[in-house]
Structure formats: structure tokens, C-alpha cells
């Protein structure tokens, strides 16, 4: 008996112990995590740049952690995932405190902490923030924040120096005519293609809205009212047709988000519309192709030159977070401290507070990792270029749901393969864009 | 001898009452079958059936009545149309080819011969490995730019030294991809049940065609194939609501692309309600084939039991 009541105790010392550790968490358990009161999770992709994730996740947010008092855990997942996972919180009410999206995420405005408190502290520290940032976070129908943004990912040109050299153009093309003219005679001289995707993914969502943007064509105006109506986008329609049928081959039909920077590495096309990730994928793998890709600033075309950003780091602060207060307090350190990101992800992203790098133009001028080392100094102005999806507009639920639904990609590339005319084309995107902007309008949020 | 009479000790009369009655045991080891569809089949269903005349979005977890306005304002846009055509085309292309090859390998796998564990286990490999890591696989297959296939074309001189098909990038070569894929992966399912329906066909009834004098093409029209019909039709049910309303395929392979005409109704409900936020319409969307799928259904099941009887 004795021996029976001398295990019932020490089975209830054990499973009590037990349950109460797992209750309190691994702060009672591990000695160091003892002190932290509050606690903070963070959602992001696993970033493009490992290095990044290496700094942020081992580094960055354990001393902000030991400094507020908070144990901070950081859950990567793939970029593919993040929107179901989104869905997957809301619906359960239930998750993480800051939420990064890669892009503007206006459709959960209502379940989103206004982050008018931080961006306003974020400027009395770091200075106004760029338009693209405030473009890509503001609803101006509802004044609403719905997110923050600290960080973008320009979206360059991308192109071989050697074969544009061939064709008289050593430092690669300024206007999107120089990409027609000089990219058909590189496809006759040399073979390589044009590789700017007509594909139902992201890389071709943004390259068609650059040059939509350039022709001075755009889903919406300033205020938010239907454009995409117009003779310029007709243009840039029958333009991007001839640049298919001049400069690349069915192959972009085929494309992912990936393909590009595959085919560009294997040395197969002329030009591509990308974030700087061909460009260090081929200093890490191809160290020969590297010094044949060079960047371009944003092309001109009819009535402007423009670029649109390639990831736009948004974060949100469900309304439902447990750790409110600590997540708009970590945002603002983090703007603070943007620069030691900015040099973790080896200058993938840019800040939306150019003030938090102010020597970025020196940095990038002189990268060791590049060939040449001031590879990336081409973009030492692409705050100013660089803009949202939307523009000149907001990035709203309705541009949104377009962008998400391909709408635009469909109608480029209808009327480069010749199944519609541009007309054609362009008619049945401006139903289904009118439609879209409709039923957002009646939501509320448009 | 202690022990033994311990054992003949019979169960409680309640107890052993309980477990002799047929309808309460039936009903208690039906219970988790039953619950489980309740929970994770039916309750999804008819949330996603409220969600269609709701006008709920990934944002708004308000559930305000609509109607059936979803249905009315995607039924006219050109894409939806397109994707109910696609989703026809692919679905009843894909099972027509599943039937036939799984009737020539149930066949082939029911001769005797070295190495039919080995081909059965190939066979079954498809259905057993993870469906998202196989359509990657065949992404990069078909890869524009480091498709296998080219590059043996190329290597036999088949085609020129850069040449090749764009295999996802032209629309009847897209959609003969996403068909080809899905049969590969319908494909052993489809077999297996066309064996066991061959299997239990009684050996009397061969051995009396064969002494009638009926050759083998006859045989398995006029006698065989009668004979597996009701197995044909479970097996023809099963291939169909899964091509009508799978998208992993399409999913990691198109995307719906080349502009949209291998786009299906399941991947644009997907891109609809979860990808753009609108889950009411995608919800919609998906709903749309329900009424047509429950009616095959019915009438498949109504015909297999028919043949079954006769």
C-alpha cells in the first residue's frame, strides 16, 4: 500500500508538474525566457534571402525581445501559403500579432488594427515615408490604415549586357520601343527571347502594369473611379502584342513567378522584368551569366517612366491579436533599425523611410558580392520611381481581387496570342473589371 | 483449473445484450463513420452552401443574406462560362481515358505473369504519393525551359537542337497536360476497382463462353464488359467528381492559363474566395456544378444497381 500511495504522489507530482508547465508555457521550464512578461508571434515568409531570415529570426528579435521585456516567436512559411493562412486566422479568430502579406492586403481591412498611431510615430522618427507606402496601406474611403508597411522590393529591368552590346545598346534599353527594337534584333542575331511572362502569376500582374503605367493606362484614377477604359490601355495592348510577336516566343505563356529567373540564369533569355533575386541567385550559382545580367532603371514609355514594386512588405495587426500594443511598438523599432534588414537581405528590400539608410546610394554602389560592385547602383532613385499596384490610385480591395484574379495578365495575353483582338480583349477585361470594382463599391470598401 | 473456470465466467447479461443486438451494434459501430461525414462532410458543405447567399469575404465574418445574387452576376462573365467548359472538357476527356486504360491494365493485371507484384506496385505509386509533390514533379517535366521531354526529344533528333513544345504555353497542349496528369493519377484507382469487379466474375461463366466458342473480343464485349458494368460505374463515379471538382493539378501546373482556357471552375472559385477574398462567390462558383454532379450521381448509382439485379 505504502508503495501504491508513494507512486499515486509521484505520478500526481509528475502529470501536475507537467500541466502546469505546459499552462505557463516554456518560460518556467527554460532559464532565460523566465523573465518575459508578454509574449509576441510574428507570421512572415521564409525570405527570398536566407541571410535575412538567419538575422531576423537569431538575432534581431532576441535583443528586441531581452530590451521590451517580451519573448518574441517568429513562424516562417512559404510565400504560397500565406494567403490561406490569412484566411485560415480570421476565420478562427485566432493567431498571430503581426501578420506580413507581400502584398497589399486591403480585403482584410476589417479585421485589421488602424495603423494611423504608427505610422505617425514611425514619421516623427524616421521622417515621411514614401508615397508608395501610403498608396499601398490607406483605404481613403474608410481613412483607414489597414496596414503597415516598412519595406518594398523594387522591380528592376533585367537584361544581358552581351547580347544588347551586339545590338548597339551596351547599356541595355531605356524606353519599352529600345526592348521592342533592341530585343527583336537580339532574337534574330542571337536567338535569346525577350522573357517578359503572359502568364496567370505575379511577375507578369506587375511587367503588364508597368508598362499599362508608362502608356499612361490604369485600372483606376487618383480617386478611386474606373479607368482602364481608354485608348492608352488599347496602346499598351497593342504594343505588348507586338512586342510577343517581335521579341519572345509561347514560352511566357508557361511561365510561374520562377520561370523567368530560371531562364535567365540558363542563359536562354534577353530580358526580364524581376526583383534583384536573378541577379544574386546568378552571383551564388552562375558567377559567368552574373556579369553578363545588368539592371536598368524603369523604362520609359509614351507618357511616363515607371516601375512597380515586385513584394510590398505589409504588416498587419489582427484585431484579434493578443499583443497589440507590443506589435506597433516592435513595427516602429523595427523602421528604426531598418537598416541593419536592409543589409541582412543584401539590399532586397528597400525602405518605405529612406531616412532609416541614409548612406543607401553608397551602399549600393559599391556591393562586393556584384559584378561590377556598383551593379546595383542603378537603383539609387527607384524611391521615386517605384510605384503600387493601383497607381494612381490606392491599392483597394477592388485592384485587389483583379490583380488576384489575373484579369489583366488574361487580357495581354488574349491579344498577343492573337485569340482576341486588342478591342476584344480589352472589351471583356473592362466588363470584368467594372464588374469587380461594383461589388467592392457596394462592400463598402472602394 | 482456477483460471479456466475465471474464463467461462459469462459477460453481464446487459452488456452481452447490448452487443448481441444487432440494430444497437450496427448503430454504435456506425457511429464514427457517421460522425465523421457529419463533421468534416457535411458541415463544411452546408457552411459553404450558406456562404454562397451570404455576402461574406475573407474580411467580413458578417453573414448578410444575398440570395442568390452570386449565382446571377458570375453565370454571364465570359470566364465562368469558359471554366464550365473546361471543367466538361477536362472531366469527361480525362475519365474517358481512365476507363479505357484501366480496363486494359485490370486485364493485363489479372494474367499471370513475372513481376506482377513490381508492375502493381508502379502502378498504385501515383495514388499513393502526395498529389501537390506529383504535379511538381511533372512541372518540371514540363518544364519551358528544363522539360525532360525536350531534352530526349532533342537528344533523338526529334526536333531541332533548341526546339521543343511549349507544353503548358499552348492551349490544347496545356489542356492535353493537365489531362494526361490527371489520368496518371485517377488511373490506379480506376484499375484496382475494374480488377476486383473482374475478379468476381465467377470462372463458370468464362469457361461456358469459352466452350460456346466466343472469341476474346466477343468475350469481353458481350460478356465481360456487361458483367462489370455496376463495378464500372463506382469506379466512372469516383473518376468523375474528382475531375470536376479537383484543382491541384491545374493548380501548380496553369494556374488556369494559358489565358484561361485551361482555367476550371474549382480553380477559379479558389482564386475568387480565397485569392482575391470574395468568399461568397467563390463559394458560389463551386456550388455550381452540385445540382448536375448529385443528378449523375444518382442516375449512375440507379443504373449500376439496375445491372446489378439483372
Redesign the interface.
Known sequence: MAGERLSRRKFIKATGGGALAAGLGANIIIPGRARAAKKLKILQWVHFVPAYDEWFNKKYIKEWGEKNDTEVTVDNIGIAGI??R??GE??A?KGHDLFLFNWPPP?????TVDMKDVIQECERKAGKPIDLAIKSTYNPKTKKYFAFSPSFTPDPVNYRQDLFGQVGMPNGPRTWDDVRTGGAKVKKQA?NPVGIG????IDTGMAMRTIMYSFGSHEQDAEGNFALDSKNTLDALKFVKALFEETM????????AS?NN??MI?G?ISLALNAISITRTAEKDAPDMSKRIQLTKALRGPVRAIGLEHVMDCYVVWKFAENIEGAKKFLVDYVENFRLGFLAGEFYDFPCYPKTVPDLTKLIANDPKAHPPDKYKVLDDVLNWATNVGYPGYSN?AI??IF???VL??MF??AA?G?ATPEEALK?AV??SK?VFA?WKE?GLV | MAVLARDAVPAPVSRRSLLDNEKWLGRLMLAPAILYIILLVGFPFFLALYYSVSDITLGRQSLGFVGLKHYAAVIGTPKFRTSVQNTFVFALLSQLIVMILGNVLALLLLKDFRGKWFVRLLLLLPWVAPISLGSIGWLWILDSTYSVINWTLQALSLVPPEGGFMWLGIPHLAMGSIIAIHVWRILPLATVIILAGLTAIPQEIHDAAAVDGAGPWRHHFQITLPLLQPVMMVAGLFGLVFAFTDMIVIYVLTRGGPYDTTQVLATLAFFTGVAAGDLGEGAAISLFLFPFLLAVAVLMLRVARRAEVT
Open positions: 494567403a490561406a490569412a484566411a480570421v476565420s479568430q480585403t482584410y481591412e476589417e479585421q536567338g503572359l502568364a496567370q502569376e516566343t509561347p514560352e511566357v505563356f508557361t511561365w510561374d520561370s530560371r531562364a540558363a536562354k480591395a485587389d481581387e488576384n484574379t489575373w495578365n488574361v495575353a488574349k496570342s485569340s471583356e466588363a470584368a464588374r461589388k462592400k
